[in-house]
Every structure is written in structure tokens, then in C-alpha cells.
């Protein structure tokens, strides 16, 4: 299934952090993710999510192709979706209108949901990041 989606397809740059997720090189430069270890950490991310009650559950994305799979998830599940511009203060601010008491923060890429993730940082609540080559 992961093959067919083409979830294994990296991007043309690697950084240290994902080397040993890496399986390989295509020709045209893309680096490959290791499917089994993928699947191993969503599976990992999975366990670990299912342990939070879903109203408590933050996911973020600030990608535009995060949108819609972020609003679909959540609509499935129940979490709290926040899609496009972070509010900043969301997480730290209480007296902000859109103050979210969340136990947990999703995100679909660290380097573009980086405001969230440091949110999260500065009040203590764990983060499950998906990540590219």
C-alpha cells in the first residue's frame, strides 16, 4: 500500500536527522524512504496518539497539501484541526479568543508548523511530527 501511494518517495535533499530512514537513491536524484521502518514509526505514532482522548488532539498544518487530509482526519476522529496560518499564542495564551487546551500536537511538516511545535515545546505537550527525507 505504501508503495502504491508512493509514500517511500523522498525529496532531492536529505538532512542528517533522516539518514537512517533513507534506503536509497533513484536516478533522478529523490531519495527513497525505507518502507519498513516507515511503517514501523507510523505504527509507533498510531499507539501513541490512539492514548489521547481525540477532542484533546491538535493537528496542524500550514501546508497547503496538508489541508484536506488534516480536516479529513479530524473529521473522522474528532481531533482539533487547525489548518493554514498557526494563531500564535494558541497553545501559551489563555486569554486569547482562540485559546486550545490540547494534549497533544500533531503536525505535518516541522520546518512549516515550526510556530506550533514551539507552542507546544513552551507548555510541555508532546508532538508527533511526519517528516521528509
Known amino acids: 500500500m505504501y508503495l502504491a501511494a508512493g509514500v517511500r518517495i ?16 533513484r536516478p533522478d536524484g529523490l531519495y527513497l524512504l525505507d518502507v519498513q521502518k516507515t511503517d514501523e514509526r507510523l505504527r509507533i505514532a498510531a499507539r501513541f496518539i490512539a492514548r489521547y482522548e481525540p477532542p484533546r488532539v491538535v493537528v496542524v498544518s ?5 489541508f484536506r487530509p488534516v480536516q479529513r482526519f479530524c473529521a473522522f476522529t474528532g481531533c482539533t484541526p487547525i489548518v493554514g496560518r498557526f494563531p500564535p499564542g494558541a497553545l501559551t495564551n489563555p ?4 485559546y486550545i487546551e490540547a494534549d497533544l500536537l500533531v503536525a505535518t511538516d516541522p ?3 515550526s510556530q506550533a511545535i ?5 507548555v510541555g505537550i508532546p508532538v508527533v511530527a511526519f517528516c521528509d527525507t
Not at 10 to 25: C, D, E
Not at 62 to 66: D, H, I, L, T, V
Not at 95 to 98: A, Y
Open 95 to 98: 486569554r486569547l479568543r482562540n
Open 10 to 25: 523522498g525529496t532531492r535533499m536529505k538532512s542528517a536527522f533522516m539518514k537512517r530512514f533513507i534506503y536509497g537513491v
Open 111 to 113: 520546518r512549516v508548523d
Open 62 to 66: 500550514a501546508r497547503q497539501y496538508g
Open 118 to 122: 514551539s507552542e507546544a515545546a513552551k
